[in-house]
């Protein structure tokens, strides 16, 4: 029998606020070790924690996006357990009432899609963070101080480092948005998709900026294996701290291997906590599993219940954007692209300002030169703009490592080049000429075509001039092509535009060479 693989995710998105969860220091990433560790953040006897505004209100904006539902009355709880990297031997989260109640994301797979529901989600901060070996080689190499250290002194720099660890406690403190999804993902690949969704979802409305490599959004896998049929769950093993898409499928796909080869084996799987290693690309055992009952949780006594009227959420509501499923929808609606185009131009709400921008301009200057009507040039503009953003444009800034924001060739300077395009003075060969020169930074459009001397042959008279010529110097191609074989066409086709140096109209070309060997 098969097996179904049965996955929820645990996501900690940090909110990007200025300062801490419940106090008032810094939550720049980068700064020396321990240098924004203040007395709130490590507990000091008599601080009191003040829950920090922004970052309910980022919380509010993540449960309207999502469809949640937004409990007025919610409360922080004590997660008791014991860390090297906890310092207050507890952990301010929320259990019982959390700020944030179910709601779903959609998971597009091609033109199909799947909502993937939501249990919660609720704010926490966060711990610090452990250097452990050789990696404190680099921070003791520079002179850092502050840092402390597990079990040993860090006073001798020529102390043996593979026995030592150290704690930085600038992270403790930091806001967290844990969320937590219904074990509706059923293969390592949705589970990337679902987690790219809710990265681009929490960058579009402004609460993350979502940098996996400073740990800003990362994710921790409750995987399980079932008979496929089986209506009942099977016992899941957690995957903590995956902090990229490619480690998530890794490490799911690894782990539902491992335990399918313990059923068929006969063993059982015991519930416990893994840590992915992509040296190996294995999953081992951290420690066993806690349940609920084993944090201890209580309320804090330190803080109040955490209310929030309907006035506060309408203002949140008033300030949200256009989310990304209504463009997506919006898209593929108005300007007749298929979900797929649309799902990669809401992939990032900047990519999607550009792409409506760059086909607002590109139509005004097509129907204004070509003069055709809206519901005849629309989708073909809209499906031009697409290709070149999410195809050469997308190329470019990858290879570059450039955002669209920082993009060369602007909306204004694209929508010139592709009104060239629509309008017949360039080709797509020559096309691809100019943006390369437009991103070098040699000029706009129009005045690169006319220093290099680009402008499209489509004087008819002219054209036919020239295929006459290559159908009499290629008698041997045009016979093969009366034979049947095609082939002969595009060879003959590829005579002409050499013989223009790549200006000559492809499609006049296909049309009077056909008409011409049809005779």
């Given amino acids: 029998m098969s097996w179904e693989i049965v996955v929820g995710i645990e996501t900690h998105a940090?909110?990007?606020?200025?300062?801490?969860?419940?106090?008032?220091?810094?939550?720049?990433?980068?700064?020396?070790?321990n240098t924004q560790a203040s007395a709130v953040d490590i507990a000091l006897p008599g601080v009191l924690p003040v829950p920090n505004r922004t970052a309910v209100e980022y919380a509010v904006r993540f449960g309207l996006a999502v469809g949640g539902s937004i409990n007025r009355r919610s409360i922080f709880a004590r997660k008791n357990y014991f860390y090297p990297d906890l310092p207050k031997g507890y952990q301010i989260s929320q259990f019982e009432l959390p700020i944030i109640k179910g709601g779903s994301v959609t998971v597009l797979s091609g033109d199909s899609a799947k909502v993937i529901r939501l249990t919660r989600a609720h704010l926490e901060e966060?711990?610090?963070?452990?250097?452990?070996?050789?990696?404190?080689?680099?921070?003791?190499?520079?002179?850092?101080?502050?840092?402390?250290?597990?079990?040993?002194?860090?006073?001798?720099?020529?102390?043996?480092?593979?026995?030592?660890?150290?704690?930085?406690?600038?992270?403790?403190?930091?806001?967290?948005?844990?969320?937590?999804?219904?074990?509706?993902?059923?293969?390592?690949?949705?589970?990337?998709?679902?987690?790219?969704?809710?990265?681009?979802?929490?960058?579009?409305?402004?609460i993350c900026d979502g940098n996996m490599q400073e740990g800003s959004f990362r994710c921790d896998a409750n995987v399980s294996v079932r008979r496929a049929g089986d209506p009942n769950l099977g016992t899941r093993c957690e995957i903590k701290n995956l902090n990229s898409f490619r480690f998530l499928e890794r490490a799911i796909a690894y782990e539902a291997r491992r335990q399918v080869a313990v059923l068929e084996d006969g063993g059982s799987i015991e519930q416990e906590t893994r840590l992915y290693d992509p040296e190996r690309d294995e999953?081992?055992?951290?420690?066993?599993?806690?349940?609920?009952?084993?944090?201890?949780?209580?309320?804090?006594?330190?803080?109040?219940?955490?209310?929030?009227?309907?006035?506060?959420?309408?203002?949140?509501?008033?300030?949200?954007?256009?989310?990304?499923?209504?463009?997506?929808?919006?898209?593929?609606?108005?300007?007749?692209?298929?979900?797929?185009?649309?799902?990669?131009?809401?992939?990032?709400?900047?990519?999607?300002?550009?792409?409506?921008?760059?086909?607002d301009l590109t139509f005004d200057l097509t129907r204004s030169l070509v003069g055709a009507t809206h519901e005849v040039l629309m989708p073909g503009v809209a499906k031009l703009v697409a290709n070149w953003v999410t195809g050469d444009i997308a190329a470019r800034l990858n290879a570059d490592g450039m955002e669209i924001t920082a993009c060369p060739v602007d909306p204004e300077k694209l929508a010139k080049l592709l009104a060239r395009i629509l309008d017949q003075t360039l080709n797509s060969k020559s096309a691809k000429e100019v943006f390369a020169a437009m991103w070098a930074g040699e000029g706009d459009a129009d005045a690169i075509i006319e220093k290099r001397g680009l402008r499209q042959i489509s004087d008819a008279g002219a054209l036919e001039k020239l295929v006459d010529e290559v159908l009499a110097a290629n008698a041997k191609q045009v016979a093969d092509y009366r034979a049947g074989r095609e082939k002969a066409f595009h060879s003959l086709v590829g005579q002409v535009m050499k013989a223009t140096r790549g200006k000559a109209n492809p499609a006049q070309v296909n049309e009077i060479l056909r008409r011409k060997l049809a005779r």
């Fill in 14 to 33: 940090q909110l990007a606020t200025r300062s801490k969860m419940f106090s008032g220091a810094s939550t720049a990433f980068g700064a020396e070790p």
């Fill in 126 to 206: 966060d711990a610090g963070k452990l250097i452990h070996g050789e990696a404190l080689s680099g921070v003791v190499g520079l002179g850092v101080v502050g840092l402390m250290t597990v079990g040993t002194p860090l006073a001798n720099e020529t102390r043996d480092l593979s026995r030592l660890s150290a704690i930085d406690f600038n992270r403790a403190g930091t806001p967290l948005l844990e969320i937590v999804s219904e074990p509706d993902i059923r293969s390592p690949q949705e589970a990337v998709a679902y987690a790219k969704v809710l990265h681009t979802l929490v960058r579009w409305i402004g």
């Fill in 283 to 359: 999953t081992r055992p951290m420690r066993t599993k806690e349940d609920a009952h084993d944090y201890r949780y209580f309320p804090d006594p330190d803080l109040l219940p955490l209310v929030i009227s309907d006035q506060h959420v309408e203002r949140v509501k008033a300030q949200m954007p256009e989310l990304p499923d209504a463009i997506r929808s919006r898209f593929a609606r108005e300007y007749k692209l298929s979900l797929y185009d649309a799902g990669l131009l809401t992939s990032d709400r900047d990519v999607a300002i550009y792409f409506e921008r760059a086909r």
